[in-house]
């Protein structure tokens, strides 16, 4: 079972990396997000492997990180999600974004990647919201995000996220100023004083 590859691109195609290594050359299908982080043809790279055996076949799969191949394969355990389409998503979204919008429960975030519909990002925010890696980048509240997504947040927090919402900024762009002026403003803030942190947290 391949792992690691370290080696150097020979040639990057439209879905897969073909990598050198010690002189045997070995064809990665990749998302676009991981293609476009390799280089180009004569530079090293390591990519993180999934390996996939079939009757007919065996398919190598990388990654640049091993989060992100836990992703692909935590994707694929949602009924309808394959290989393909798992790729896709991480052609489009970053893992912190997927962990982003299952913890929101943005559908439609997650439906912005090709062949994702809408019944599709349903099941996934629904099945993995209690799956999904605990990680978001940094400063972010994911649990904070969760109560959002159930509707079960404070009606402070609510309606602070909801007035930086209707200013123009995206639900995951307001959730995390709001959480941010949270621990700043300490529990019991009242949603004028946290918007208005919120607002100095999304100048910043």
């Given at each position: 079972?391949?792992?690691?590859?370290?080696?150097t691109?020979?040639?990057?195609?439209?879905?897969?990396?073909?990598?050198?290594?010690?002189?045997?050359?070995?064809?990665?299908?990749?998302?676009?997000?991981?293609?476009?982080?390799?280089?180009?043809?004569?530079?090293?790279?390591?990519?993180?492997?999934?390996?996939?055996v079939?009757?007919?076949?065996?398919?190598?799969?990388?990654?640049?990180?091993?989060?992100?191949?836990?992703?692909?394969?935590?994707?694929?355990?949602?009924?309808?999600?394959?290989?393909?389409?798992?790729?896709?998503?991480?052609?489009?979204?970053?893992?912190?974004?997927?962990?982003?919008?299952?913890?929101?429960?943005?559908?439609?975030?997650?439906?912005?990647?090709?062949?994702?519909?809408?019944?599709?990002?349903?099941?996934?925010?629904?099945?993995?919201?209690?799956?999904?890696?605990?990680?978001?980048?940094?400063?972010?509240?994911?649990g904070?995000?969760?109560e959002?997504?159930?509707g079960?947040?404070?009606?402070?927090?609510?309606?602070?996220?909801?007035?930086?919402?209707?200013?123009?900024?995206?639900?995951?762009?307001?959730?995390?100023?709001?959480?941010?002026?949270?621990?700043?403003?300490?529990?019991?803030?009242?949603?004028?004083?946290?918007?208005?942190?919120?607002?100095?947290?999304?100048?910043?």
């Open positions: 079972m391949i792992g690691k590859l370290k080696g691109i020979e040639e990057i195609g439209e879905d897969y990396a073909l990598v050198d290594v010690h002189g045997v050359c070995y064809v990665a299908y990749c998302s676009a997000r991981t293609l476009s982080k390799l280089g180009s043809a004569g530079e090293a790279c390591i990519l993180f492997i999934e390996t996939y079939r009757e007919d076949q065996i398919r190598l799969f990388g990654f640049t990180t091993v989060l992100e191949r836990e992703w692909f394969n935590l994707l694929q355990t949602v009924q309808g999600i394959g290989a393909k389409v798992a790729l896709a998503l991480l052609s489009t979204l970053t893992p912190a974004e997927l962990a982003n919008a299952i913890a929101l429960q943005d559908r439609s975030a997650v439906s912005r990647a090709p062949g994702v519909g809408p019944k599709v990002a349903m099941r996934i925010v629904t099945e993995l919201k209690n799956k999904a890696p605990a990680f978001a980048g940094e400063a972010i509240n994911i904070l995000k969760q959002l997504g159930e079960v947040a404070s009606a402070p927090v609510a309606d602070a996220v909801s007035a930086l919402t209707n200013l123009g900024y995206s639900r995951d762009q307001a959730a995390n100023a709001v959480a941010a002026a949270m621990k700043s403003a300490g529990d019991g803030a009242d949603s004028a004083k946290l918007i208005r942190l919120g607002l100095k947290e999304l100048s910043r």
